[in-house]
């Protein structure tokens, strides 16, 4: 069955303290995974997307990467307006639709 | 702002009713997908149009059901509403069917709330 797994389900950081989420997933042919950041009652708004293990896409403070299992969202030295629910995606197996983890709620304090 | 849009905003209603609830893609894309979000489940898939031709069905009630009209834009009916039903209704677009690896750009969203 194609699933996606996100941890942890909140993460609570300093403002400058370095962390990363993760998403583990299992589908047959990976058609590309992507991220998504949510603010709470709004749409998601795309990320990343990445197509093949090793592969690594980078913006402002926040780096994405991908082996054959799962995929990583680094952040590094965070700030308070980083704070979102971060979702990972992959298509399923037929391509037709995107099947979301659950989400990891980040909250950064100044 | 993604370009894909979405009206209502809100939508407070009571159960028993039909409601619709519309989406514009973004310029150029001929994809509309439709996914409910709620507390529990997450993002969950309803369904997916290409041009004006349903792809491909999620796990969307026989109570709900779509179109695609030829200027693209979607709508997505539901009716005998339960107070369950209450939930953020995205839609997403994309350029071509799915079949590849397309991104897919969100909307605001409908929030409804069945009373």
């Known amino acids: 069955e194609d699933q996606v797994t996100q941890s942890p389900e909140a993460l609570r950081l300093q403002e400058g303290e370095s962390s990363s989420l993760n998403c583990s997933y299992t589908?047959?042919?990976?058609?590309?995974l992507f991220w998504y950041r949510q603010d709470p009652g709004k749409g998601p708004e795309f990320l990343f997307t990445?197509?093949?293990a090793g592969e690594e896409k980078e913006k402002e403070r926040l780096k994405a990467t991908l082996t054959k299992k799962e995929s990583f969202l680094h952040i590094t030295a965070p700030k308070p307006e980083d704070s979102a629910t971060y979702l990972c995606a992959v298509y399923n197996q037929a391509g037709t639709a995107l099947i979301f983890g659950k989400g990891t709620t980040l909250s950064v304090s100044s | 702002d993604s370009g894909v849009t979405q009206t209502p905003k809100h939508l407070i209603t009571a159960t028993g009713q039909r409601v619709t609830l519309r989406c514009s893609p973004r310029s150029g894309d001929l994809s509309v997908y439709w996914y409910q979000q709620s507390l529990d489940q997450g993002l969950q898939f309803l369904i997916q149009?290409?041009?004006?031709?349903?792809?491909a069905k999620g796990n969307i009630l026989e109570r709900f059901s779509a179109q695609q009209f030829p200027d693209l834009h979607s709508e997505l009916n539901l009716s005998s509403l339960e107070l369950g039903d209450s939930a953020l209704y995205f839609c997403?677009?994309?350029?071509?069917?799915?079949?590849?690896?397309?991104?897919?750009?969100f909307g605001p969203g409908t929030r409804l709330t069945v009373l």
């Open positions: 997403a677009s994309s350029v071509r069917s799915g079949q590849g690896a397309d991104t897919q750009y």
């Open positions: 589908v047959s042919g990976l058609r590309g």
């Open positions: 149009y290409y041009n004006g031709e349903e792809r």
């Open positions: 990445l197509y093949s």
